[in-house]
């Protein structure tokens, strides 16, 4: 299918694919600034405190039990006609919490959100292979992990502040799908059509001699799953542990947490040069190393500062983390086994991000938002330890392999 990627996509085509891209990605954390006003609304409610967290986190439920399918789909059926039922499904369930009256009602409304994220997701994910090839697509990935950063930056600025009117507010920035899906429906419509041409000639088969790298995936996913359960202790535990230091704003929420963004941004457009110079493995331990200092810092806060400092120094962990995963993983995978490699490692990143707060709950009970953050941290920091002590006993190449 390179045939089509010979002449360079236009601006409004690399402004679609970014735009579903920033808008899929973010799409969890961006109400975590409501969850306090939420939890009080629903008081009455029993378990109150995990049902929040779930509203931060179900999409990822329907990503993990859905993504499948809706890589089929893009294969199978018409990509526009896709485009336009998912983002159906995600402004409708996006935007929920505007007007379900019932707790039940907007988690309901979450699980369509994530059919709607799973779908546009995918198709941002397979236009970005389609339509860049080589260098071109390596530079386009560099730009989408800015664009994505850069939109959680503003999902969280905007999220608090439309939740300091109102705690439902955040919800409406879901709605931003509506004007991204029209674009790219306008513009991708040409190359849609051209893929579907291309798809009814006879295609090659698969080698059968290719073997799914099955031990590299028992390593991967793991620690796949913990940093997704890692990282989403911060938009579904941190605003109840600023509430409990004092900071009730909304707004200031929503800031704390776009610090740890901010930060990520210009780490995982860095990753190339620091891959060149540290193993795989070298990342892995010191990412999660950051990631668990970065919760020390925020377990010892006395106020909105130390907690400011905590999302500086995960957010360095975060950002060099991501990009690492996949490229780790799929130096092992056979270039006919891609597709499904990426849907197995997304299946075990949403995985860890639905997880998420039930596995911090009884941590909440036993120790405290303070402690919570402190044990994770202490974890965090003595599995990137362990992966260095693997890394010196099993040294892996420094440089990318060709």
């Keep these: ?218 390593f991967i996913a793991p620690l796949a799953f913990l940093f997704q359960v890692a990282f989403y202790v911060t938009p579904t535990r941190l605003p109840f542990h600023l509430e409990a230091l004092g900071v009730t704003s909304p707004l200031v929420v929503g800031a704390l947490m776009a610090a740890l963004v901010t930060v990520s941004a210009p780490m995982s457009l860095m990753y190339g040069r620091i891959r060149a110079r540290l193993s795989a493995m070298t990342i892995f331990g010191l990412s999660f190393v950051l990631i668990g200092l970065g919760f020390l810092a925020h377990a010892m806060a006395t106020d909105w500062h130390g907690v400011l400092l905590g999302s500086l120094i995960a957010g360095l962990g975060m950002g060099i983390s991501m990009p690492n995963y996949t490229t780790w993983f799929m130096e092992r995978v056979p270039a006919s086994m891609r597709g499904r490699a990426s849907g197995l490692l997304t299946t075990a990143f949403f995985l860890g991000q639905f997880a998420s707060p039930l596995v911090s709950a009884p941590l909440v009970a036993w120790f405290g938002l303070a402690g919570t953050f402190a044990a994770v941290g202490l974890g965090l920091i003595t599995l990137g330890a362990g992966l260095w002590i693997v890394h010196t006993l099993r040294p892996e190449p420094t440089a990318l392999e060709a």
């Excluded at 039990?65 to 199978?76: F, K």
């Excluded at 799973?118 to 071109?136: C, F, I, R, V």
């Design 1 to 218: 299918m390179d045939a089509h990627a010979q002449t360079p996509p236009t601006r409004a085509v690399t402004l679609a694919v970014l735009g579903l891209a920033s808008m899929t990605i973010m799409a969890n954390a961006t109400v975590a600034s409501s969850l306090p006003g939420l939890r009080e609304h629903y008081a009455d409610v029993p378990h109150i405190d995990t049902l929040a967290g779930l509203i931060v986190t179900l999409p990822s439920l329907a990503i993990v039990l859905s993504a499948g399918l809706m890589g089929v789909l893009i294969d199978r059926w018409d990509r526009q006609k896709l485009l336009l039922v998912t983002a159906l499904l995600y402004a409708i369930g996006g935007t929920s919490g505007l007007w379900a009256e019932s707790l039940w009602g907007m988690l309901a409304g979450r699980l369509a959100l994530g059919l709607g994220v799973a779908g546009t997701m995918n198709l941002g994910m397979t236009w970005a292979s389609d339509l860049w090839q080589g260098p071109a697509r390596a530079r386009f990935l560099g730009w989408q992990g800015a664009a994505i950063s850069v939109a959680g930056i503003v999902f969280m600025l905007l999220g608090g502040a439309l939740a300091s009117y109102h705690w439902r507010g955040a919800f409406a920035v879901y709605a931003l799908i509506v004007p991204i899906a029209a674009l790219a429906f306008l513009v991708l419509g040409p190359h849609a059509r051209r893929i579907a041409a291309e798809k009814a000639r006879p295609n090659a088969a698969a080698s059968s001699a290719d073997r799914f790298p099955w031990a590299a995936y028992a």
